[in-house]
């Protein structure tokens, strides 16, 4: 296990590196001079080549990318072009947001997906197992924006009990005021997300139940709630825990479209603005800290997989032996 | 469990969350002591107007936080602010300002004649943004011959340099970093700006003037029009500074808001390259401006709300008349210029248009209008940083569409460099003559007869004047409603 650790943690390492130059790379192909940004219309020749002498972009490609290693060394991700706020509190500040926000709507999917999951599956042939996987299925087809519409429709242009968007001007220093306000948007990602984890939860406790292991336990003597607990949930929780981890990074990159909806000043909303203004170090900083989130998340759902079925430890392909 | 129970208990705990969440609206406080709300889709891009702050910067902090020598006020009259007095010479090339005493930053620091001059100096320096720059190359020297005197002497007349005074934010000249604290001298102290989120002005009760009749004034930033109605909608904001569409405006008629349709200055222009062929020939220009029906391409886009102007100059500039005959929509009068000019058979060209609304519409219709006298109009959807580099910069065009949104800019027609290379020396020669005009009524008139030959020479389609759509909620009132250059003062805002 601490060899698998040690080598999983080396291509985190080794994929965060390739990811930082590929970004830098792909930012640069794009067409476009974050010196026009800062400039209007009225702006004067001198005033566009000052302008781009300021933000960098009249310097070599090597050089810009040298300043960028640089401040990725010292995590402090360099300073916006545009805002001249340092980028690393600005980030930080956004996941405060973004990070509540896809954490909770998760702990809320996966507690509406289990028992959902379980029960759709348990009772498939019921006429409410079929209406479960009906839900679910809808649930995966509606666009997560839709939702949001329709939840700020209802909830807050109709009966008026939930504000529409934004957050409080102080932040988290009013828990229950942006709790207040990150209600629709949780209730959103976690009603589009628990539809598709119902779904994997569903599909992989019929798998189990189906199962020639199962059986055998039960033609052994075990109750089918031993036979569950014993063998059936650990077989069942591995592919399961690597959907959880697949559809929490995608929560996490794709909170965009919710911040968007709601007006939500996270990491998304960030990056979005960033990119129209070609702010090289935010948009740069976003990018990495969102691809860490990613493998982290595939990092831990890796190893919670091997914690729960040490089978896959020394079976696994992927292991990096 | 049985799976009804669970949905039960799923929508128990719904319901509990919503009740406990679901507060009223807090009280509204003595209106001495009340917080404004404000809507906008202008987050500032940092907090100095020199440095590339934009349209937002000067929304919230104009008049708010900073404040000018001069101020000009919403009903576009121009006042002493931080100046008390000032003397021009008979030559019209000295100007000798007296400064208001008593007058603080919010550090504390007392504004002197040092401080005027570091911030005219500011607008002018090499690494200054301010699209105010070229207005300040005629100041020649400026002197402080004592903290409340400061002597300003121009290389020639410019009857324009008080009015412009008034975009020049007196700051602090100890300060160190303007793009990322304030130190002004205004009725408010900026508070906090979460940037993506709200930015928070409370009351400057050291302020040397009348204290503003609200004590907070926050503006919360949006990045769609739907959600900042909304926002509104739901009491979140009580007001917006700018309402980007008439359909939205439906859902605000009723006794809880009021709609205010005051004057602005922002002008959509069908821009062409006067540079280039056919453009350069004023038949062509003329005959577009005659194909396109502006009065119905407003009425399709702004309903009953929009003015047609017929030439650069809106309303509220000095020198403002109605041209809108001077062009007339006169399909059969566009197919004889376009053959006059060598035409008959029309002809293609490439519409530059920003992604952002009502650009896209505008081309759509302006395509389909100029199909009917035989011109093909190939629609090119750029995006910011494409046509400032593009159009602006390389002048890299045959035709475009843009928003012009400050006041008095016509002169721009008088410098053959700019984007849209229209060169008459005639219009030229006037424009420089009413810069050095000894008075207003003489500068006026200089300007109308600039202005007519702009529009008789249809030098660009001037398409429609935007309307300024402010909505309130009916428990405010002070607010200002023209929103001339985007600024937005908040001190007289009163909220029941």
């Known amino acids: ?321 | 469990m049985k799976p009804g129970k669970k949905f039960g208990v799923v929508g128990v705990a719904f319901a509990v969350a919503l009740t406990l969440f679901a507060t009223s609206a807090p009280a509204n406080a003595a209106s001495a002591d009340a917080t404004v709300d404000i809507g906008s889709l202008y987050e500032p891009q940092n907090l100095d107007n020199t440095g590339g702050g934009g349209q937002g910067v000067v929304e919230a902090l104009n008049g708010n936080s900073y404040e000018g020598l001069y101020r000009l006020t919403d009903g576009g009259v121009v006042e002493n602010l931080l100046a008390t007095a000032s003397k021009v010479s008979k030559d019209g090339l000295t100007y000798t300002f007296t400064l208001r005493s008593g007058v603080k930053f919010h550090s504390g620091k007392t504004m002197t004649s040092a401080d005027v001059k570091f911030s005219l100096e500011k607008v002018s320096a090499a690494d200054s943004k301010s699209a105010r720059k070229s207005s300040f190359k005629v100041v020649k020297s400026i002197a402080t011959p004592d903290a409340k005197t400061v002597v300003v002497t121009l290389s020639s007349r410019s009857i324009s340099f008080i009015y412009n005074l008034t975009y020049i934010w007196i700051m602090n000249s100890a300060a160190k970093d303007f793009a990322t604290e304030e130190d002004g001298t205004g009725p408010y102290k900026l508070s906090a700006w979460k940037r993506g989120s709200t930015l928070s002005l409370v009351r400057n009760d050291a302020y040397w003037g009348t204290a503003p009749k609200n004590k907070t004034v926050v503006y919360h930033y949006f990045t769609n029009a739907t959600a900042l109605n909304n926002a509104l909608l739901t009491g979140a904001v009580d007001v917006i500074t700018s309402a980007q569409s008439p359909d939205a405006l439906a859902q605000f008629k009723s006794s809880s808001y009021k709609i205010s349709n005051g004057q602005s200055t922002t002008k959509l222009i069908l821009v062409f390259n006067d540079r280039v062929a056919p453009f350069n020939n004023v038949k062509v220009r003329k005959a577009i401006t005659s194909a396109i029906d502006n009065k119905k391409l407003l009425a399709s886009i702004w309903g009953d709300y929009g003015t047609l102007i017929g030439s650069m100059v809106p309303p509220t500039d000095p020198w403002y008349e109605d041209l809108t005959g001077v062009n007339p929509y006169n399909v059969a009068l566009a197919k004889k210029l376009l053959a006059a000019a060598g035409y008959a058979k029309g002809f293609t060209f490439r519409l530059d248009t920003p992604q952002y609304d009502p650009h896209p519409a505008a081309a759509a219709f302006i395509k389909s209008e100029l199909a009917k006298v035989g011109i093909t109009v190939n629609i090119n959807s750029v995006t910011d940083d494409q046509w400032y580099n593009n159009v602006y910069k390389k002048h890299d065009y045959a035709a475009t569409m843009q928003e012009h949104v400050n006041d008095r800019d016509v002169v721009w027609y008088g410098n053959p460099d700019f984007y849209w290379g229209y060169n008459n020396t005639t219009v030229t020669s006037l424009i420089n003559q009413a810069e050095q005009a000894p008075n207003a009524r003489i500068q006026a008139s200089l300007l109308k007869r600039a202005n007519r030959i702009i529009a008789t020479e249809a030098a660009s389609d001037w398409i429609y004047l935007y309307p300024q759509i402010v909505v309130a909620s009916s428990t405010l009132s002070g607010y200002p409603i023209n929103g001339l250059n985007s600024q937005f003062y908040a001190y007289n805002i009163v909220k029941n």
């Open chain 1, 1 to 321: 296990m601490a060899k698998y650790l040690i080598r999983r943690f080396a291509f985190l390492l080794l994929s965060l590196v390739l990811a930082s130059i590929t970004l830098f790379v792909l930012l640069r192909i794009i067409p476009g001079d974050p010196a026009n940004a800062l400039l209007s219309v009225g702006a004067t020749p001198e005033q566009i080549a000052a302008a781009q002498h300021e933000v960098g972009s009249d310097l070599p490609l090597i050089i810009q990318f040298l300043n960028w290693v640089r401040d990725l060394s010292t995590f402090h991700f360099g300073t916006s072009i545009i805002s001249s706020y340092p980028v690393g509190p600005e980030i930080t500040s956004r996941l405060s947001l973004t990070v509540p926000l896809t954490l909770i709507a998760f702990v809320v999917a996966v507690a509406i997906a289990l028992p959902l999951g379980f029960i759709a599956a348990f009772k498939a042939k019921t006429w409410y197992g079929t209406l479960l996987n009906g839900f679910s299925q809808l649930g995966i087809a509606i666009p997560v924006f839709w939702v949001g519409v329709i939840f700020i429709y209802i909830f807050a242009l109709k009966f008026m009990i939930l504000p529409s968007g934004g957050v409080p001007p102080e932040g988290w220093a009013n828990i229950p005021g942006t709790l207040k306000y990150l209600l629709l948007p949780i209730a959103t990602i976690a009603l589009v997300m628990s539809s598709s984890l119902t779904r994997y939860v569903r599909s992989a406790t019929l798998d189990v139940l189906g199962s020639d292991y199962l059986r055998t336990a039960r033609s052994m003597g075990s109750t089918f709630t031993q036979a569950m607990t014993r063998h059936g949930l650990r077989n069942a929780a591995a592919p399961v825990i690597s959907i959880i981890g697949i559809e929490l990074a995608t929560t996490f990159v794709g909170a965009v479209v919710v911040e968007s909806v709601f007006a939500l000043p996270g990491l998304g909303s960030l990056l979005v603005r960033s990119i129209a203004q070609h702010d090289y170090p935010v948009i740069q900083g976003v990018l990495f800290v969102s691809t860490f989130a990613v493998l982290m998340i595939g990092f831990l759902a890796d190893l919670i997989q091997r914690i729960v079925d040490p089978r896959l430890i020394s079976s696994s392909a992927g292991d990096l032996r």
